[in-house]
Antibody, heavy 121, light 110 residues
Framework: EIQLQESGPGLVKPSQSLSLTCSVT?????????WSWIRKFPGNKMEWMGY???????NYNPSLKIRISIARDTSKNQFFLQLNSVTTEDTATYYC??????????????WGQGVMVTVSS | DIVLTQSPALAVSLGQRATISCRAS??????????MHWYQQKPGQQPKLLIY???NLASGIPARFSGSGSGTDFTLTINPVQADDIATYYC?????????FGGGTKLELK
């Protein structure tokens, strides 16, 4: 069974970088699909942040483009999120996900449990 | 970005039909593909994919869930509603990047 698990600090100071790891088991991330980060803000709004494909290409939400980076470690079957220059507006629960479709990277059939990140001094 | 609009809440009785709507600011259909998906989220849990491409039941989802629609108007139907279905439901489009989500409809008991 495919499982995704986020990990990372739950508290980040304003202006610093947020770094999260998604560990994937049950499927090799280089074999197929798209691997995304999605966040849910307090109040329920959800935002797709970006993905890394099985080939290593990336695509980001233009609203985050200058602050976001998604990378991977294929030896550990992990992918990562880095979000720079965070503000309190980045306080959210962060999820890593797998795309449902090989060709459509934008629907999501497996989700991690989520990690709540608070940006506060 | 494509904006998806959902009603914030819907009250329903157990055993009755629930109809949750989602309207897109522009068409999310390409030829025969309707690129709208539905998720269920319960408190403290991650979202779960219920319906993909408007009307296809995701793996392991009970047949009391169904989806319909095309263009800009889509519907998720739960019939009959069970106690385990009390949750928030989100629509999401994959017609254009970035994919966007509706604001969620909280299903409540009458």
């Amino acid at each position: 069974e495919i499982q995704l698990q986020e990990s990372g600090p739950g508290l980040v100071k304003p202006s610093q970088s947020l770094s999260l790891t998604c560990s994937v088991t049950g499927y090799t991330i280089t074999s197929g699909y798209y691997w995304s980060w999605i966040r849910k803000f307090p109040g329920n709004k959800m935002e797709w942040m970006g993905y890394i494909s099985n080939s290593g290409s990336t695509n980001y939400n233009p609203s985050l483009k200058i602050r976001i980076s998604i990378a991977r470690d294929t030896s550990k079957n992990q992918f990562f999120l880095q979000l720079n220059s965070v503000t309190t507006e980045d306080t959210a629960t962060y999820y890593c996900t797998k795309s449902r479709d090989y060709y459509d990277g934008y629907s999501f059939d497996y989700w991690g449990q989520g990690v709540m990140v608070t940006v506060s001094s | 970005d494509i904006v998806l609009t959902q009603s914030p809440a819907l009250a329903v009785s157990l055993g009755q039909r629930a109809t949750i709507s989602c309207r897109a600011s522009q068409s999310v259909s390409i030829s025969r593909y309707n690129l709208m998906h539905w998720y269920q989220q319960k408190p403290g849990q991650q979202p779960k994919l219920l319906i993909y491409r408007a009307s296809n039941l995701a793996s392991g989802i009970p047949a009391r869930f169904s989806g319909s629609g095309s263009g800009t108007d889509f519907t998720l139907t739960i019939n009959p509603v069970q106690a385990d279905d009390i949750a928030t439901y989100y629509c999401q489009q994959s017609r254009e990047s970035p994919p966007t989500f509706g604001g969620g409809t909280k299903l409540e008991l009458k």
